[in-house]
């Protein structure tokens, strides 16, 4: 495989793959539990505090701005760290960084980013649904903590593969 076409799979399979499910993944994992643990009723007889029910919109938007901000730094990486691990070609690493920006078109970086929003949103949304389970009953956190983190990402996996059968891959490459 050519130098080229090894640019150009590592920034497509990452635009299209492996940066909307990292940051959400990153974003539930790291996110999730300290919004889980700052929510939480305190004692047998309080409430959460800052559960309104008209208020989820927000909370829905300030987790997708949060994965949304993380989603250039891990693309950021991704695409170094497979730049530095590739075979170099004769350009130089100025000019195959200059290939992969090239070749990092609108359409794919807009659906990157539209495919982590629905994927925190979606997380986010489970993380809402165990945190009434919570104030609903005296469970243990850790548990409901553990099995909201497995929904996530059963949830982004099934997410994944609709948007495969939905959008082919790669689609926003072609000119």
Same mark, same amino acid.
């Given at each position: 495989?050519?130098?080229?076409?090894?640019?150009?799979?590592?920034?497509?399979?990452?635009?299209?793959?492996?940066?909307?499910?990292?940051?959400?993944?990153?974003?539930?994992?790291?996110?999730?539990?300290?919004?889980?643990?700052?929510?939480?009723?305190?004692?047998?007889?309080?409430?959460? &505090?800052?559960?309104? /029910? +008209?208020?989820?919109? %927000?909370?829905? *938007?300030?987790?997708?701005?949060?994965?949304? $901000?993380? @989603?250039?730094?891990?693309?950021?990486?991704?695409?170094?760290?497979?730049?530095?691990?590739?075979?170099?070609?004769?350009?130089?690493?100025?000019?195959?960084?200059?290939?992969?920006?090239?070749?990092? &078109?609108?359409?794919? /970086? +807009?659906?990157?980013? %539209?495919?982590? *929003?629905?994927?925190?949103?979606?997380?986010? $949304?489970? @993380?809402?649904?165990?945190?009434?389970?919570?104030?609903?009953?005296?469970?243990?956190?850790?548990?409901?903590?553990?099995?909201?983190?497995?929904?996530?990402?059963?949830?982004?996996?099934?997410?994944?593969?609709?948007?495969l059968l939905v959008?082919?891959?790669?689609?926003?490459s072609r000119a």
């Amino acid at each position: 495989m050519s130098t080229n076409q090894s640019l150009k799979l590592l920034t497509l399979f990452t635009l299209q793959f492996v940066t909307p499910f990292g940051v959400s993944l990153i974003w539930a994992l790291r996110c999730a539990p300290l919004h889980l643990h700052s929510r939480r009723p305190t004692g047998p007889a309080s409430s959460v &505090r800052g559960h309104d /029910v +008209l208020a989820w919109p %927000g909370w829905v *938007a300030t987790a997708v701005l949060a994965s949304l $901000l993380l @989603l250039p730094w891990f693309q950021g990486g991704a695409i170094l760290g497979g730049l530095l691990m590739a075979p170099r070609s004769g350009q130089g690493l100025q000019s195959e960084l200059y290939e992969i920006i090239r070749l990092s &078109r609108p359409g794919l /970086v +807009l659906q990157c980013f %539209g495919q982590a *929003a629905v994927f925190t949103a979606t997380c986010y $949304l489970i @993380l809402q649904r165990k945190l009434a389970a919570i104030t609903r009953s005296a469970g243990h956190v850790a548990l409901q903590l553990a099995d909201a983190l497995t929904e996530c990402l059963m949830a982004l996996l099934i997410l994944q593969a609709i948007l495969l059968l939905v959008l082919p891959p790669f689609s926003g490459s072609r000119a």
